[in-house]
Nanobody, 124 residues
Framework: QVQVAESGGGLVQAGGSLRLACASS????????MAWFRQGPGKEREFVAA????????YYADSVKGRFTITIDTAKKMGYLQMNSLKPEDTAVYYC?????????????????WGQGTQVTVSS
């Protein structure tokens, strides 16, 4: 059974930065995709970024392109989301998700395992 856990959320002023971390454990898979989604108050869960574990191919939502960077440390089975130039509209619960496939995907139902989420609040 794969387990996923996020950390690193918090409160930051607009223009500031935060780094989220995602730890994955369990399972014997070697090829998968790690992604970040977010869900703001009263909103649907939306795709933020994804990275292929083998090869490191990445894909970003237009709303975060140029501000957020997704990376992985395969040795530690850790993923990271560096968020710079944060805006109040980035306020949301951020979720890490794992997909047991090598193809990137942007819809939540394509992902097999989820963390509990971490709150990010950006004040104006």
């Amino acid at each position: 059974q794969v387990q996923v856990a996020e950390s690193g959320g918090g409160l930051v002023q607009a223009g500031g930065s935060l780094r989220l971390a995602c730890a994955s454990s369990g399972g014997s898979f070697t090829t998968y995709v790690m992604a970040w989604f977010r869900q703001g108050p009263g909103k649907e869960r939306e795709f933020v970024a994804a990275i292929n574990w083998i090869g490191g191919k990445v894909y970003y939502a237009d709303s975060v392109k140029g501000r957020f960077t997704i990376t992985i440390d395969t040795a530690k089975k850790m993923g990271y989301l560096q968020m710079n130039s944060l805006k109040p509209e980035d306020t949301a619960v951020y979720y890490c998700a794992v997909r047991l496939d090598q193809l990137l995907a942007t819809t939540p139902n394509r992902y097999d395992y989820w963390g509990q989420g971490t709150q990010v609040t950006v004040s104006s």
